[in-house]
């Protein structure tokens, strides 16, 4: 495996130095002197980052990407196998026997679809709710922000200890106060994932709100003033001052809290465990990959979940290009 | 131009990852011969899941010191690396797994117990069995077997019971005083006590069911299918399907859904209601005696306040084992002699012995005499340890069955056992095939 990450790395770097001389040459033909002294200069400064963002980013890409193909199991790393299409096979054979991969598609599924609209629709309340000029908006700005600071992994307890099942649980013993008998709110199939849903998006509406924060700061503010002189109300300033503004932050938000959400498995992992109905695609992986060792399947799933993330990010930038 | 180049670059990139990984291959590490230092000792180079400076780390370290002094004039001087498990065991596994690609695996591995198979099977460990003598191997309460070979030895053992509140016990009239390792309750007389303490008021038991996102509940509960004469896979660990989802396995899942079911049980019992009073009994190991002497003496001042009962028998009495063992590697050295010495070393009766009286666990060898009192929970769990220990199922996908038996023991209340344990079979059965079909 040394071996082969040199070879990548050696040839990744002839191909960097290949583009460099490219440019240079391109530079020289157009006889663009101080062109060629600033290129040169700037891909220098460049190659310690790429070299970086190649060996931590690209290479164990590049190599989840090789072993989508291949039987690798963690027990046997000397003796790897292609297998060609093999696990994306047994993938699909798991998904149509609705096996524990099509719970972690629904879930998945089901997380992205409730998170994404409830943390971006509370990103931008809080950002509208603090944005307004007052004595305590700065401290609202820390407090909404400070869950993002905190790691999930505690977060994830903190939660975990407040919907315990029985009196102990912070929420049952909340609700025991107007009469409602307790809950086991994470092993109830209907309301895990919506208290998973809801921890995460609270958890993470922080960052976003920051970024309307600054898309709403961008937006003039004669705007509002020529839009109150045309006699429109709050819905009308917001709906076409206000949201034409952001429109750039909301795809840039929308993408990547889509992403995000792709992603989830610390919530369902320290949670609730390895279970039917909060289990992840990541989480699936990880499972497959770590704990079961099969590192081949792993990343056939985890290449898929790139195609899929790739594809729906695309048809979002479509969406909501500029006209 | 620049796109077109791009994207040959690439193409070769994808190509040359997917045969580099195919053509892994261990890296050298000097040879087929033991790494011999410059005063001529031949190195032992020994792995710990452990921090050094933890009460075990420190106590291993101590033993191999003693090794070095006494092997000083054979030339032969071992080596500790210690490699606390930071991440949980999978971690520690990682970095097992690195130095077997790298070439660099120690001669002498610590490893958990129900891994012996998945790891003699893919060839990390070294075959010992003609290198221990048969009476050797008859000391030890439990071995590390796998396809009727030796791949280790263990480093120490464990057992589980029920703690009991005796303050609780004696104000419902409850008498359990008959029921020791030697002679432990039946099935239907755990129920009966579970009911008394019901009437009396309290949480009868805490089974730990709701302990399923990691190895507790698949540790403390095994046993209960074993008592009503289930299984979960066939003796060469290879066949799950009518073993884990046998009518008598179904029994002993459903014995733990009727403690749910009657509310004898329940998965919203807290983590510390048992110490703080307000659960019966508490199904746990041996770790939880140190708990009990010394983190809760508002509510047990003494060991006149708790006591600890053997797992009930069913169709046949079983108890839980295992811990961790000691294992030669299959690295590049060939010549094993010098592991072997301290492997022989390390699993001693005075290794044993200073091992587990750091870490407060049971002795993995039968010859290390620990005068505890008859009737002490310590005493308890070396007898039930002795007498009806049975270690957790001995298969290939081990992680996949922990998984599925968490997922069994979760669903428990609302589910079907059959379903849920068809269900489990067939995950089971998949992993095993994958594995073994890999060869």
């Known amino acids: 495996m040394t071996k082969t990450s040199i070879i990548i790395f050696v040839l990744f770097l002839c191909a960097f130095g290949g583009f460099v001389a490219y440019d240079l040459a391109t530079a020289k033909r157009r006889k663009e002197v101080y062109r060629v002294k600033s290129t040169a200069t700037a891909y220098l400064m460049l190659l310690p980052a790429i070299a970086l963002a190649f060996l931590f980013i690209l290479l164990p890409i590049l190599y989840s990407l090789g072993y989508a193909f291949t039987d690798y199991y963690l027990l046997k790393p000397n003796e790897i196998n292609i297998v060609f299409f093999k696990n994306f096979v047994q993938i699909f054979e798991e998904i149509s026997e609705k096996g524990m991969l099509y719970n972690a598609i629904k879930n998945t599924a ?3 679809i409730g998170v994404v609209p409830l943390q971006i629709g509370l990103a931008l309340f809080l950002a509208l709710f603090v944005n ?18 905190i790691s999930l992994s505690i977060t994830a307890f903190l939660w975990e200890q407040i919907l315990a099942p029985g009196e102990g649980g912070l929420l049952n013993a909340m609700l025991g106060m107007v009469g409602v008998p307790p809950h086991d709110w994470l092993r109830d199939p209907k309301t895990a994932m919506p208290c998973i849903i809801i921890l995460s998006a609270w958890q993470g509406c922080g960052y976003q709100m920051l970024i309307f924060l600054s898309g709403l700061s961008n937006i003039r503010k004669d705007l509002y003033e020529a839009a109150s002189l045309d006699g429109a109300n709050w819905w009308h300033k917001f709906w076409n001052v206000t949201w034409v503004g952001l429109r750039s932050t909301i795809v840039y938000i929308l993408i990547t809290v889509f992403i995000g959400a792709c992603r989830i498995l610390t919530q369902p992992m320290l949670m609730t465990g390895y279970m039917d109905h909060t289990v992840t695609l990541s989480y699936y992986m990880y499972n497959s990959g770590y704990t079961e060792r099969f590192v081949g399947e792993s990343s056939a799933v985890a290449l898929l979940m790139t195609i899929f993330i790739g594809g729906v990010t695309l048809i979002q930038r479509r969406l909501f290009r500029e006209k | 131009m620049k796109r077109f180049i791009a994207s040959i670059i690439s193409a070769l990139l994808v190509v040359i990852t997917l045969f580099g990984v195919t053509s892994c291959t261990g890296g050298g590490g000097g040879g087929g011969e033991p790494t011999v230092d410059a005063e001529g000792n031949t190195i032992v180079k020994i792995m710990f899941h452990v921090d050094k400076s933890s009460t075990e780390g420190q106590a291993y370290q101590k033993r191999i010191n003693a090794f070095n002094a006494a092997y000083k004039d054979q030339k032969i001087k071992a080596q500790p690396i210690f490699k606390a498990r930071s991440a949980g065991a999978s971690g ?3 970095e097992l797994q690195n130095n077997q690609l790298e070439g660099t695996l120690a001669d002498i591995i610590t490893f958990d117990a129900p891994n012996t198979a998945a790891y003699a099977s893919s060839g990390l460990l070294y075959d010992i069995s003609d290198l221990i003598p048969k009476e050797d191997q ?5 071995l590390n077997m796998y396809n009727g070979r030796l791949y280790g030895l263990p480093i120490q053992e464990s057992s589980a019971g029920f703690f009991y509140n005796k303050k609780i016990f004696r104000a419902a009239g409850i008498d359990v005083s ?6 432990p309750w039946t099935l239907d007389e755990f129920r009966a006590v579970c009911e008394s ?8 038991v805490d089974m730990r069911i709701d302990a399923t996102k990691d190895e507790t509940a698949p540790y403390l509960l095994y046993p209960f299918i074993y008592a009503t004469g289930g299984s979960f896979v066939s003796s060469d660990g290879l066949t799950a399907s009518g073993y884990y989802n046998s009518a008598a396995t179904a029994e002993g899942f459903e014995f733990i859904k009727g403690l749910i079911k009657d509310g004898y049980t329940s998965y919203a019992i807290g983590a510390t209601d048992f110490f703080t009073g307000k659960v019966g009994m508490y199904l746990s190991s041996g770790w939880t005696i140190p708990d009990l002497d010394n983190k809760y003496r508002e509510y047990f001042a003494s060991r006149d306040d708790w006591g600890l009962l053997p797992y009930p028998k069913g169709v046949e009495a079983a108890s839980a084992t295992g811990s961790w063992s000691y294992a030669i590697t299959n690295n590049h050295h060939t010549d094993k002699t010098a592991a072997l010495e301290l492997l022989k070393w390390m699993t001693s009766a005075e290794s044993s012995e200073a091992i587990t009286n750091a870490t407060g666990m049971i002795p993995a060898r039968k010859d290390v005499v620990k005068n505890y009192a008859p009737g002490s929970p310590e005493y308890t769990l070396m007898k039930q ?10 298969t290939i996908a081990y992680p996949t069955f922990s998984t599925t038996f968490n997922r069994v023991i979760y669903s428990l209340e609302n589910g079907s056992v059959k379903d849920l344990l068809n269900s489990a079979t067939n995950t089971l059965q998949d992993a095993i095939d994958k594995i073994k079909n890999r060869g």
């Not at chain 1, 307004?132 to 600071?149: D, E, L, Y």
């Not at chain 2, 008859?138 to 439990?142: E, G, L, N, R, V």
């Not at chain 2, 340890?385 to 001995?394: D, H, I, K, T």
Request: charged share 25%.
């Open chain 2, 138 to 142: 008859d000391k030890f309460y439990s």
């Open chain 2, 197 to 204: 303490l019901k009437r009396y008021g309290v949480t009868a």
């Open chain 2, 92 to 94: 520690y596994e990682t």
């Open chain 1, 132 to 149: 307004r000029p007052g004595i305590g908006s700065k401290i609202f700005k820390v407090c909404f922000f400070a869950p993002v600071v």
């Open chain 2, 178 to 183: 008959g029921y020791t390792a030697e002679n």
């Open chain 1, 110 to 112: 089901t997380f992205v």
């Open chain 2, 385 to 394: 340890l002795e007498l009806s220990g049975r270690e957790r199922p001995v």
